[in-house]
Structures are given as structure tokens and as C-alpha cells.
């Protein structure tokens, strides 16, 4: 997991799985990164591979610790099998999902 910052928002990458095997490693980071910063908080989910009830978990209850905090949770760099699981739960009706940019040659 990486954190860097950047004007007015931080990105936190969170590896390639976010389940309950890895949760109780990331859960704890995005908090801290939640009452450490400002702005939004963006996580970079470009390189998951694997996400299962628990990680959406993790990345509900981070959301809604943001929103406490005023702030907001924004998801980047969600791959399709990934956008496919927030759809079946309509998570991508909560979740902030920053929209993917096409470089059209």
C-alpha cells in the first residue's frame, strides 16, 4: 500500500487483493489516511485483482468515515471485473467511481 500526496486530495493504493486475508493490513491505512489528511481521498484500485464481501466492507466503512471528516472517498483505476462486483451491489450507486479517461489515436 502507497500513500503519496497531491493538491488537495491523497492517493492510497491498495495492492492487488482486498480481502480477509488483507484487510486487517489496509483497513487501519486508509483510516489513518482519512484522519491525517484533507481533501479527497483517492484510492488507486488499478492494480486489484481480487475483492471479496469483506473488502467491500473495508471500503464502505471507509467511505463513511470520510464523510464524518468531510470528505470524500473517490475509487480510481477500477478494473472491469471490479466495476462489475460494485454494480451487481449497487455499490457504484455509493461509491464515488472516478471516470476512466480514453486516449482516443
Not at 466503512?61 to 472491469?80: I, M, N, Q, S, Y
Amino acid at each position: 500500500m502507497r500513500a503519496t500526496g497531491n493538491p488537495g486530495a491523497q492517493v492510497v493504493g491498495v495492492g492487488n487483493r482486498l480481502d480477509v486475508g488483507t484487510v486487517a493490513g489496509v483497513r487501519p491505512r486508509l483510516h489513518d489516511a482519512v484522519d491525517s489528511g484533507d481533501g479527497d481521498l483517492i484510492v488507486d484500485l488499478s492494480e486489484l485483482e481480487m475483492i471479496d464481501a469483506t473488502g467491500l466492507g473495508v471500503l464502505v466503512g471507509t467511505h463513511r468515515r470520510a464523510l464524518t471528516e468531510g470528505r470524500r472517498l473517490v475509487l480510481r483505476g477500477v478494473p472491469p471485473r471490479v466495476m462489475r462486483v460494485l454494480a451487481v451491489t449497487r455499490l457504484n450507486r455509493v461509491l464515488v467511481v472516478e471516470a476512466s479517461v480514453v486516449v482516443v489515436a
